[in-house]
Structure formats: C-alpha cells, structure tokens
C-alpha cells in the first residue's frame, strides 16, 4: 500500500527558516514524479513542484521557483520542501502528492495528510 | 489568476447530470492528454477522480466521466448525489509541467 506521511503542523515566525517532510512508502521510491501542493485557508490548489528521485530532476511552477527548494532523500525514501525566509503569505495546508504513473505525469493519485503551517508575528 | 479557467459554481438536482468546464489555452489544455479532476470535500484531501483525460483511477464512480474538445476539457457528473457536493479542480500538464483551475463548487440542491 502506497503511504505518504507528512511531517507535523508548524507554526513559524516571518524570516524564519523551514524545512517539511514527506516519507513514501509501498512504491519503488525513485521512479515517480512526488512533490508538494499548496492550499491556503479557503483557496484553491496549486502544484508547487515536484522531483523525480532516480536522478533529482526538480521541476518547479514559476510562482514557486526561487522561493521554495523541493529535495529528495532516496536512503530514507522522504522528499522535503524547504523555505529559507517563511512570510505571513506561507500560511497554508501543503500535500505532498506522488503521480499515478510510474515515470509519468499523468494525474496525482496518492496524496499525504497535509502540513499546515501558520506564519504569524 | 489560475491559467485553466472555470465556473465558480454549479448545482443539480439529485439524479441530474452536470458538466464543469475547464478552458485552458493551446499549449496545455490543447497540447497535451494529461488533463486531470480532483474533488475535495471541506476539510478533506482532495482525491483524483479523472486522469489523462478520460481515466479513472481504481474505485471511482463511473457516473465521473472526463473528455476534451480543443482547449476545453470538461468533467460530468451523471446521477448526481448528495455526497458529490465538493469542490472540483482541473489540472493539465503544460511543460512546465502543471498548470491549474481555481476550482469550481458543485452545490447539490
């Protein structure tokens, strides 16, 4: 059974640093497109990004690139997305998804349990 | 401003049918069969109900059916039911890779 399990909600000050995890499991780790989507309070859904593990390719939407880094860790099967300066316009449910086909971009079948994370002052 | 563009909201009556449209442009919706539906339900993970297009994923209704007509895709419900009232979001591969609609809210009256 395919399981990913996201790291807990963090609640963060503005120019904090952040890092969030991802742990797959039941799937061969290195072969699917995973990565991160973003929900802020009463939004809707925005890919951020994904990495394919065999070879760290990381693809990122261009609202994302530079603000966010999205990385992988193969021995541990865990993708992270990390931030290096958290604004109050972070506060958001962020999914770690993986795609439904193997080497594929095709649709985001499996999704973790959602990191909230709150920026506040 | 979402790149696929789509109603804000829909309803029907239980047993109807309905459609959700979701415009995009030549070099996503247009260019590629990677068009996908989620459907979230308040506080819920969103879950994927259509891929590539036409696909369902193991488990989902097939009263869920998608299709494509140029740049438009579009999702229809047939024999709506109380538990399809949720938020509905399409997704197409563009290259870059994924662009997205801002979502659509499905009220069944």
């Known amino acids: 059974e395919v399981q990913l399990v996201q790291s807990g909600a963090e609640v963060k000050k503005p120019g904090e640093s952040l890092k969030i995890s991802c742990q797959a499991s039941?799937?061969?780790?290195?072969?699917?497109?995973i990565g991160w989507v973003r929900q802020m309070p009463g939004k809707g859904l925005e890919w951020m990004g994904y990495?394919?593990?065999?070879?760290?390719?990381?693809r990122y939407s261009p609202s994302f690139e530079g603000q966010v880094t999205i990385s992988a860790d193969k021995s541990i099967t865990t993708i992270y997305l990390q931030w290096t300066s958290l604004k109050a316009s972070d506060t958001a449910m962020y999914y770690c998804?993986?795609?439904?086909?193997?080497?594929?971009?095709?649709?985001?079948?499996?999704w973790g349990q959602g990191t909230e994370v709150t920026v506040s002052s | 401003q979402s790149a696929l563009t789509q109603p804000a909201s829909v309803s029907g009556s239980p047993g109807q049918s309905i459609t959700i449209s979701c415009t995009g442009t030549?070099?996503?919706?247009?260019?590629?069969?990677?068009v996908s539906w989620y459907q979230q339900h308040p506080g819920k993970v969103p879950k994927l109900i259509i891929y590539?297009?036409?696909k369902r994923p193991s488990g989902v209704s097939d009263r869920f059916f998608g299709s494509k007509s140029g740049n438009t895709a579009s999702l229809t419900i047939s024999g709506l039911r109380a538990e399809d009232e949720a938020d509905y979001y399409c997704?197409?591969?563009?290259?870059?890779?994924?662009?997205f609609g801002g979502g659509t809210r499905l009220t069944v009256l």
């Open positions: 998804v993986r795609d439904i086909v193997e080497a594929g971009s095709s649709g985001f079948y499996h």
């Open positions: 039941g799937y061969r780790f290195t072969t699917y497109w």
């Open positions: 990495i394919y593990p065999s070879d760290s390719d990381t």
């Open positions: 030549n070099t996503d919706v247009g260019s590629y069969n990677l």
């Open positions: 590539e297009v036409t």
């Open positions: 997704w197409s591969y563009a290259g870059r890779p994924w662009v």
